[in-house]
């Protein structure tokens, strides 16, 4: 007899209750325990190649981790499951509970198809998706008091890790090859995200709260990968959180807004491909392929907009600040729609989660929860003058605009003949869009 359990988005062994879990079933029983992930084909082929080259290092990673046990097995989780099972004579398989749309479809269909029980322990949130509602019952629409529930809720102490594990030794169908990307990844795996959170908190956790919208600093953790794909638990960092004083209240917020995302497409599937509500009337969309073409290269003529694109081709990451930028830009600038945006940071994004990201174009579009004010459009010029003050952020990322000293590189146009030759002027202007988009929301149902 064995007990199977199925890695999905939790890739570590410390903090994982689904982990200490099966190891006491399997303890109590005599058993060994098979870490199996399955290398599903609806997940693997139209997963952007920044995400999945990501995806088998850290599989890489954990494997080692594991000495080398990983079972990897290719193919549909309600064929693999039930084939696996029977194979190793299992008696259940122990899995963290999925929260996103698809991952609860596709566990659904594997009880459906086990012989044994699928057992969920845990989940990729501090506290799991759909726990917290109301007074009244129904779910949180705005996210401050989502945050007031959420503290007040708090969440269990950090699973221990389980000792002497007998894994298991079964065949295994091997790691997928990685594909080739030119996205320079970070380093993957448990013991890069801890050693990264690890040099955070001596050294930029205190300083996030005054640092957080300074792309031209590193001034965030930039955990979102880390978390992603669960080699950190976010119950890990809270309680290492819980040994410093307000000063991380900030760092604790932005943690709660990713509980928040999940908990509204929780309740709300659908949200990952329609607007929880629409603000500007069908009119009111432009198709913009020249106009999406130009803010997906980086050539827009904002240098703020073309040195967040350009540095999420290059990072498969863009600093989060920019990333409200940039969609604010297509979306009330351009006004090309939520969707095809947010379709393109999945093809691209290293962290693409359908949660926050599809939740986050929702709130910069006004069309998700607590978005308001919804009508906000964002100026890419202020924007970059107040958070990129020296300009050092475009210099980095808009090779062509190098040479233009200090601030003067957020308005490259006003420069006259000293302008940069190879770089384009606005495509748009920013004060007409801007009237344009507030009029569509004048005209909208909301």
Not at 301 to 325: C, E, F, K, T
Request: net charge neutral.
């Amino acid at each position: 007899m064995a007990t199977i359990l199925w890695f999905r988005r939790d890739l570590r062994l410390a903090d994982n209750p689904a982990l200490v879990t099966a190891v006491e079933r399997a303890a109590s029983c005599d058993d060994e325990v098979v870490p199996l992930f399955v290398a599903d084909p609806a997940l693997w082929r139209p997963s952007a190649a920044p995400r999945v080259a990501y995806l088998t290092r850290s599989l890489r990673a954990l494997d080692e981790s594991l000495g080398g046990r990983l079972v990897v097995r290719h193919g549909t989780p309600s064929e693999v499951l039930p084939a696996v099972a029977r194979e190793v004579a299992a008696a259940a398989v122990h899995v963290t509970a999925a929260t996103e749309p698809y991952g609860r479809r596709r566990d659904d269909a594997v009880e459906r198809a086990l012989d044994v029980p699928l057992v969920a322990t845990g989940s990729p949130y501090a506290v799991a998706p759909g726990r917290l509602t109301t007074q009244a019952g129904t779910p949180y629409q705005v996210f401050t008091p989502f945050r007031a529930a959420w503290l007040d809720h708090g969440w269990h102490a950090p699973a221990r890790q389980p000792q002497d594990v007998r894994w298991a030794q079964v065949r295994s169908d091997g790691i997928p090859d990685e594909p080739t990307t030119d996205v320079r990844l970070p380093a993957a795996g448990e013991r890069a995200a801890r050693a990264r959170w690890s040099a955070y908190v001596q050294d930029g956790l205190e300083r996030y709260g005054t640092e957080r919208d300074r792309p031209d600093i590193d001034g965030t953790s930039r955990l979102s990968v880390p978390l992603k794909y669960g080699e950190l638990h976010p119950r890990t960092l809270l309680a290492d959180l819980a040994a410093f004083g307000p000063d991380v209240a900030t760092f604790r917020s932005q943690l709660a807004w990713r509980e928040f995302h999940a908990d509204v497409l929780w309740h709300h599937p659908g949200a990952a491909r329609s607007s929880l509500r629409e603000v500007v009337p069908p009119d009111a969309w432009d198709p913009g392929d020249a106009a999406f073409d130009a803010w997906a290269a980086g050539r827009t003529g904002y240098p703020i907009v073309d040195a967040g694109m350009r540095q999420l081709r290059a990072l498969g990451w863009v600093h989060n600040r920019v990333r409200m930028v940039v969609a604010s830009f297509l979306v009330k600038d351009l006004h090309v729609r939520w969707q095809r945006g947010a379709r393109y940071f999945m093809e691209r994004l290293v962290d693409g989660d359908v949660a926050q990201n599809q939740l986050n174009w929702q709130w910069v579009a006004g069309t998700g929860r607590d978005a308001a004010p919804y009508v906000r459009v964002f100026n890419p010029v202020t924007q970059g003058e107040r958070f990129d003050p020296d300009g050092s952020y475009v210099r980095e990322w808009v090779p062509e605009l190098r040479q233009v000293p200090g601030r003067a590189v957020h308005r490259p146009w006003t420069l006259g003949r000293a302008a940069p030759p190879d770089y384009p002027p606005p495509i748009v202007d920013h004060a007409a869009e801007r009237r344009i988009a507030l009029d569509d929301f004048r005209r909208g149902p909301v």
